[in-house]
Nanobody, 116 residues
Framework: QVQFVESGGGLVQPGGSLRLSCAAS????????MAWYRQAPGKERELVAS????????RYTDSVKGRFTISRDNDRNTVYLEMNSLKPEDSAVYYC?????????WGQGTQVTVSS
């Protein structure tokens, strides 16, 4: 069973940066496209970014384009989310998983709080 362990969240001031990591216990990790999601209090979970199995294709939701970068290291079974120019509205619990429609059991997520 695939498990995801997210880390790297924290409290950061507006305009700051964070780098999230997601370690996947998947034997064939390199064959999966991966995605980052986030869920703010009282809101539905939303897709933030996705990356194809070998990283050639990356997509972002409009609100993070130009600020966030998704990447992966298939040798380490890890996917990353580099977040720059953070805004208070980016505050949420961030999760990784397979793309929508393929999602497996969710991990605990990592909390990102953007506040002065």
């Amino acid at each position: 069973q695939v498990q995801f362990v997210e880390s790297g969240g924290g409290l950061v001031q507006p305009g700051g940066s964070l780098r999230l990591s997601c370690a996947a216990s998947a034997e064939f990790f390199s064959t999966y496209a991966m995605a980052w999601y986030r869920q703010a209090p009282g809101k539905e979970r939303e897709l933030v970014a996705s990356i194809s199995s070998f990283g050639r294709t990356r997509r972002y939701t409009d609100s993070v384009k130009g600020r966030f970068t998704i990447s992966r290291d298939n040798d380490r079974n890890t996917v990353y989310l580099e977040m720059n120019s953070l805004k208070p509205e980016d505050s949420a619990v961030y999760y990784c998983n397979l793309p929508p429609g393929q999602s497996l059991t969710w991990g605990q997520g990592t909390q990102v709080t953007v506040s002065s």
